[in-house]
């Protein structure tokens, strides 16, 4: 109960850190992002569009200004004209006045040729200087001069055209304020629409930041748990074949492997313990008949030597082969091209000194790439577990083909029930409880089979091909 109530309370560990909101840090970096690309572009795009609007309103209306001032001077160059016909009561004036006033923001004044204004202009009146009063009395006709004047706050462009003659001019007025006015209010709806597409842009991208590091979040706090905690039973998000899918399915992946990791090492714990026990106990019961050796029989005596040499021969090989399983370190070894057949001649060269026994080498030319050491070390182990159970007049056969090597020993065999099993870590067969060993040989040899790409095979031999068992494992070519 205690087991189930702490794995609850780490599943709901885990579901707070996976709804926990987004790290403000991470959401304002895509938010300020996207506001900061979007204020750029809606400057740019502001400041170009604002420069073409302004030089194409101011284009346009100085060429309404010129227009009008070119009708008037062609006007008055073509035909004497006097002032009385720019009066408003002058059928004529009004038709010229039309034409010269047909944009809207264009201002007439009259001036007699004495320089005194008798028609009014806008603004009412136009100031009149010493050098329109000089063209108002000039002879020449369509002469003129224009001058920016600041009038009641606002800027005007002013020109004045002699009638000629002595009769008088006529003076053009444009407000140039009124560009500057629309092209402020254009400016103000250009930087009010900058700001709104740089607030919707951050909104955009604090919404969208929410949307693609929900899943990073999640795996963010997977990884947070188990570093806490060192519990590898979290939910981790796998969905979607983008980068945070991909890292999501190599995170679950690796805390799978570190699950079977910890778990195999627990195993392994146990395992050995169980095994070192045997030997120990052994070990300590003749240890505490040490003391009484001198009060044995000889034969006792030379019994309980022998089995203490045993027990401590047992212990070392056990001990030596926990190491190296639990090391690993075989796969620190780097792989290169391997010649199986001549490393069998080694194996089997070294199998005879140390057994005594004859061990027949059957190979065939089989190149191959490989780590020398671990393959040698499958080899030894297979042909060492061949030798505990062949008869001392009963060859042992070192089979090397290409892709595949095995050891055919002339024992009793193998009971099919522990055909599967002989290749598990320190699994003794009903046959083998009795012989010397660690139960680690063969789970050594299925190691360097599956880390090389093979699998590992058992099977009993008939009569016909002089019994026994065959005991090998397969290489990919």
Known sequence: MKERGAARSALGRAARLAR????AGLRVRFALAFAGV???VAVLVGVLGYD???TL??????SDFSQSLDTLVTAVQQSPLYTT???PSNSGHDRLEDQLTQSGDIGIQVIDGKGKVIEKGAPDPLPVEAADIKLAKGSVAGKNRSAAQNIGGDRYTVVTVSLGGGRGAVQLSQLLSSTDDLLDLLLERVALVATAVVIAAGAAGWWLAGRITRRLVRLTGAAEHVASTGQLDVDVPRRGSDEIGRLGRAFDDMLGRLARSKDDQRRLVQDAGHELRTPLTSLRTNIAALPRLDRLPPESREALLDDL???TRELSVLVNELVELAADRREAEEPTEVELDVLADR???LARRRTGREIVVDSAPAPGTGRPGALQRAMTNLVENAAKFTPDQSEITLRVRPGQISVLDGGPGIDETDLDRIFDRFYRATKARSLPGSGLGLSIVREVAESHGGKVFARNRSEAEGGGAEIGFTLPM
């Open 20 to 23: 926990r909101p987004l790290p």
């Open 38 to 40: 979007a204020a750029m």
């Open 52 to 54: 073409s609007a302004a």
């Open 57 to 62: 309103i101011r284009h346009d209306r100085a």
């Open 85 to 87: 016909d720019f009066l």
């Open 309 to 311: 040499a045993t027990e």
């Open 347 to 349: 194996v089997a060269d």
